[in-house]
């Protein structure tokens, strides 16, 4: 059985049926993946090769671990343990579960299928979500590796920038969603190409961060540190709770206790004195 089959199987009644994707590094997690081996490993500058190669737009965003693992020869010694080692570091937050259980049980009517589209490497992730997400729920970017020498040789899928987009689209033929039905969660730069296609198509798009770039760009920005407050847009825009009260309710029913739910406005601009033209003088 596909993977893309075991998806239709999970899916069950196609009535008021949801795709919730959501990103992996400083979403579902605090950690960055590549920051984490690289500690792991002893490297230093990580953060700094990332910014070079960011700026160079050598790599397509979100894909410059995949370009250090497979040409910086700090990174040439990676194997496939050290990427499941790097997933038992991961600190992730909280209640993970629980917004699993919460969307597939349904939700007034409307239940969730979620899975993870990620540039980080398929080993971390399945390491770090190890019996919280299925594997087949899990899409990050996969490498080829040398059959004796366990060395890192190509990549096989790289789950970035443009890659996401492949990959949400490949999930939704699978589900037979129409674009509407689909919900993504992100936090940075590395996600502008798949929230861009989703709204364009009538889908939901959370930001869990106020990144420059991804926040003016998802319908939505909530900040926290667990993975439950994605509900909160979810049951106001895809659900239609306009009532608070309803919504604390809901969560108390859970077991949650709602607390310090701000909702603000930023505008962020500058200002600056414009200098006056001068009218060239009459001769």
């Not at 995949?66 to 997933?87: S, W």
């Not at 059959?147 to 789950?159: C, D, F, N, Q, Y």
């Not at 108390?252 to 200098?275: E, K, M, N, P, Y």
């Amino acid at each position: 059985m596909t993977r893309m089959n075991t998806y239709r199987n999970l899916t069950g009644s196609r009535t008021r049926q949801y795709l919730l994707a959501s990103d992996f590094d400083q979403t579902l997690s605090f950690n960055d993946s590549g920051f984490v081996l690289s500690e792991l490993l002893g490297c230093q500058g990580f953060e700094e090769k990332v910014a070079g190669l960011a700026k160079s737009h050598l790599v397509q965003q979100g894909g410059e671990l995949t370009y250090l693992l497979l040409h910086d020869p700090e990174y040439r010694c990676v194997r496939r343990e050290h990427l499941r080692e790097v997933g038992k570091h991961i600190r992730l937050k909280a209640n993970i579960t629980a917004l699993i259980d919460v969307l597939e049980s349904g939700l007034d009517g409307h239940s969730f299928t979620f899975c993870v589209i990620s540039a980080a490497p398929q080993e971390v992730i399945e390491s770090a979500l190890e019996g919280i997400v299925s594997p087949d729920r899990i899409f990050g970017t996969r490498f080829n590796y040398h059959p004796e020498t366990g060395e890192i040789m190509s990549v096989a899928k790289l789950s970035a920038g443009y890659g996401k987009v492949a990959v949400l689209d490949e999930i939704q033929k699978s589900m037979g969603l129409t674009p509407d039905r689909i919900v993504y969660v992100g936090d940075g730069s590395s996600d502008v190409h798949v929230m861009l296609h989703v709204n364009r198509r009538d889908g939901f798009t959370i930001a869990v961060s106020e990144n420059e770039h991804i926040a003016p760009i998802a319908q939505r920005t909530v900040l926290g540190d667990d993975a439950l407050i994605v509900l909160i847009p979810i049951l106001e825009e895809v659900l239609g709770w306009r009532e608070r009260s309803r919504i604390r309710h809901f969560f108390d029913d859970h077991g949650l206790d709602l607390q310090g739910w701000d909702t603000t406005r930023v505008d962020l601009l500058t200002i600056r004195a414009v200098t006056p033209v001068l009218e060239p003088a009459s001769i």
